[in-house]
């Protein structure tokens, strides 16, 4: 017969109760797949539709040291698989493997016979140096393979799956007769929800059959499992082939070279950039070997990722990522986009940002002040765009009120936008290149300490188009590059917004340097540029805050989850104040991070005119009032009590808890609290100097509202954002928390060997003074431009 078909010999006995496969059923109402094949995916995001799915394991996937199974490699990926397959989708597993589990085993059997041979041969128990001698591939093969199924057989039991083993050759396919009794018996196992195993049958295979199959034909040689999974692809019209292998994917020059860049999307049109280097370590393709059969699957339809199979960091959910359409590997695509993708936009932009930072600081501010005339002077066709923005959010209604608030622009906001970035142009003249710290560290040896930009930032906003106009004039005067993605919500505000930032920068040749993301990317995606950017800086709510801090790996995120501000009215505060600051802090912007969500209030207070007016203030303000536990506990018929006293409410909504003094308020800020903005209204000048020493939060105040923290408010011009971190930029960050250090030292000739004890030299570290506004020397080029 044309292949070898194996069930596995012993069912789930979930499956053998029944005649049907209740697994199958229940997840095929899970997920839907509207795409015909023959239309390859375009986008990674599509991947969530792909209904068959072809899982390819390389040998290095599969072996461990060339010898033996990496069994928890493979159990990881079996529980991959079996997932897919239960969500409704149909798996099938082209596997190596074979032969190294049977090289493993027949080695053991030859070491054990001969030990014991030469033991009856010399009498003595003293053995002789055993040799083993070189094994021919297809014993090992014949001697594996059942060891192999037997192994994925009992991982797909644990999961209530049901395997079968196919072994095929190049006749297989070549034969019209045997092809289609392939296709058969393969759609007849996806029909039960079975898992088919495919294997080349190595123990019998024939060398490969010349053709031209790889250069575009309608046939494809099985030389190795590559084009097997790329032929079993196409002929059974499967979606989805993942390849894994030992590299992260497809690089434009073999990995590990100086330079080499990991592909993100692959076209067929760029195979000419490609330098291969030498086949796997384990298996008999290679790379160049991958991307053909890449390229054929993807002309007959079937979408391709080639990635890493052995990372232990991500091979436990590597399939399931490239299905959820998360950047991983190398994702082939017949479709080339029109503009570049976001790596290249983020080398566009450092490119362009160190020229940035080398321009002299009056023409930052020139940019800066050209891009605040724009503002104003387009502002028709800046509100123009937001109207669209806003008519199709309210037409959705998936956006809540304080979302749609945030995405509303005005000719106000463009006008305190304006005021905000031309104050900010005037700080900027003292800001990269700015000397900190001056050291004679000996004679003539001098060191600096120096102001310098980042370097790459990545702004994640949403709904706030007005942000993306801050936080391009803080990058502008700080020099560094800028990558910004924002919300769909907001995509027509943003589109124009960056065009007049680019029209801004390019009075000086710099456009590059800030770069919209206007491409299909995931956030999570985005935040696995570790090797590109620099500073993630999110601007949203608090979940968006936190997805981001869970999904950037090695990247650093400035930024708050969330703004959970307290303003306190202690005992001997002044009611008008206390009144006037709460109505401010809550009703002014209740959308805002500022806003006030928690009221504490001392229990003195409780029963006096100033409580009863406070309330009466919140009600006509159409304040909603949640009852923190104690407050609720002197209340009779109480408001709804707090769910948790750790809410952001962003909109017209605050808890109200009682305490009995001004370090109860501390402790309570310190459990519930973000670290954002906490306040004190008092007349007792000792109480509020403790209140503001002891919080510890990025701002603390004393008879003033909360909305006062935000960095236009400050002086700042701008801000990226409010950080509650304790190192580097805490709270509203402008141009200063956007610059680092670099140290710089000038001597003659010096070495440490001359400051020895045999030296001929004496360390002084003497501080030389700084006068303000001393900038490093700049090279004359810049100088006289």
């Known amino acids: 017969m044309f292949a070898k078909l194996a069930l596995g010999s012993r069912l789930p006995s979930t499956i053998r109760r029944s005649n049907v496969y209740p697994a199958s059923i229940r997840a095929y109402s899970q997920i839907k797949f509207p795409r015909p094949h023959g239309q390859c995916f375009v986008h990674r995001s599509e991947l969530k539709q792909a209904k068959r799915i072809v899982v390819k394991l390389g040998s290095a996937v599969v072996t461990r040291d060339e010898c033996g199974l990496a069994l928890g490699r493979l159990a990881s990926i079996v529980e991959q698989v079996a997932m897919l397959q239960n969500q409704g989708r149909e798996m099938m597993i082209v596997t190596s493997g074979a032969v190294a ?45 059942s060891g192999l199924m037997a192994l994925y057989e009992a991982m797909f039991t644990q999961y209530s799956t049901c395997t079968a083993q196919i072994l095929v050759t190049n006749l297989d396919f070549h034969d019209e007769q045997k092809r289609r009794n392939l296709n058969s018996t393969l759609h007849e196992l996806l029909r039960m929800n079975i898992v088919p195993i495919i294997n080349t049958n190595d123990a019998v295979v024939p060398p490969p059959v010349p053709n031209s199959d790889l250069q575009g034909g309608n046939v494809i040689s099985i030389k190795d499992n590559d084009s097997l999974a790329a032929r079993l692809s196409v002929e059974m019209k499967a979606d989805l082939l993942i390849a894994l292998s030992d590299v992260e994917g497809l690089y434009d020059r073999p990995p590990g070279t100086d330079d080499a860049k990991l592909i993100d999307i692959f076209y067929p049109g760029d195979q000419q950039s490609i330098t291969y280097g030498t086949k796997s370590r384990v298996g008999i393709g290679g790379m160049e070997a991958k991307v053909k059969a890449a390229l054929w699957a993807l002309q007959g339809g079937t979408s391709v990722v080639i990635a890493n199979g052995t990372n232990p960091k991500v091979t436990g959910h590597v399939i399931t990522d490239i299905v959820d359409g998360k950047k991983v590997g190398t994702f082939f695509s017949e479709v080339k986009p029109a503009g570049p993708t976001v790596e290249q936009q983020t080398e566009m932009a450092r490119h362009a940002g160190r020229t940035l930072a080398s321009l002299d600081p009056e023409k930052r501010g020139e940019i800066i002040c050209h891009l605040a005339d724009m503002l104003t002077e387009k502002k028709e066709e800046i509100l123009s765009a937001n109207r669209r923005d806003m008519e199709l959010a309210t037409t959705s209604g998936r956006l809540s009120q304080p979302m749609i608030d945030r995405l509303s622009l005005s000719t106000s906001k463009l006008n305190s936008l304006a005021i905000g970035l031309r104050q900010l142009a005037v700080s900027s003249q003292d800001s990269v290149g700015r000397v900190l710290r001056r050291t004679r560290v000996a004679n003539n040896l001098e060191l600096e300490q120096i102001t310098v930009p980042i370097g790459v930032l990545l702004v994640i906003f949403e709904s706030r188009p007005d942000c993306l106009p801050q936080v391009s004039a803080l990058a502008i005067a700080s020099g560094n590059a800028l990558l910004l993605k924002g919300g769909k919500e907001a995509s027509h505000s943003n589109k124009i917004l960056h065009q007049l930032t680019q029209e801004a920068l390019s009075i000086h040749g710099v456009a590059d340097a800030i770069q919209l993301v206007s491409t299909r990317e995931e956030v999570e995606d985005l935040c696995r540029l570790d090797k590109l950017i620099d500073l993630i800086i999110p601007r949203g709510s608090s979940e968006l805050v936190r997805s981001i801090q869970r999904a950037a790996k090695g ?216 006068s303000q506004g001393n900038f490093i020397a700049r090279p004359k080029s810049h100088q006289q431009e």
């Open 555 to 770: 990247i650093p995120v400035l930024g708050h989850s969330e703004g959970v501000c307290h303003v306190y009215i202690d005992n001997d505060a002044s009611i008008d104040k206390a009144i006037e600051i709460v109505r401010d802090s809550k009703c002014d912007y209740p959308a805002a991070c500022n806003a006030m969500e928690t009221l504490l209030i001392h229990k003195d207070l409780l029963r006096t005119p100033m409580f009863d007016q406070m309330i009466d203030m919140l009600r006509t303000q159409h304040v909603k009032i949640h009852a923190g536990p104690r407050f609720a506990s002197y209340l009779t018929f109480s408001p709804s009590e707090v769910k948790s006293l750790r809410t952001e409410y962003g909109d017209l909504e605050c808890c109200i808890e009682v305490v009995d003094s001004m370090s109860d308020a501390v402790d309570h800020i310190h459990k519930y609290g973000s670290s954002h903005t906490d306040v004190i209204v008092t007349e007792n000048e000792e109480t509020a100097e403790q209140f503001l020493q002891q919080v510890d939060s990025a701002c603390v105040f004393w008879n003033t509202s909360t909305r006062f923290a935000d960095g236009y408010r400050f002086g700042l011009g701008a801000e990226v954002g409010i950080s509650t971190a304790r190192i580097h930029a805490r709270g509203p960050v402008g141009l200063e928390g956007l610059l680092t250090t670099k140290w710089v030292l000038r001597g003659e000739g010096h070495t440490v060997a001359d400051f020895s004890e045999q030296g001929s030299m004496k360390y002084l570290h003497e501080n030389i003074p700084v």
């Open 101 to 145: 589990f049977g090289k493993q085993r027949l080695r053991h059997e030859i070491l054990l016979s001969q030990s014991v041979r030469q033991a009856l041969h010399s009498g003595q128990n003293q053995l002789k140096e055993m040799t083993v001698p070189v094994l021919e591939a297809r014993a090992c093969a014949a001697a594996g393979q």
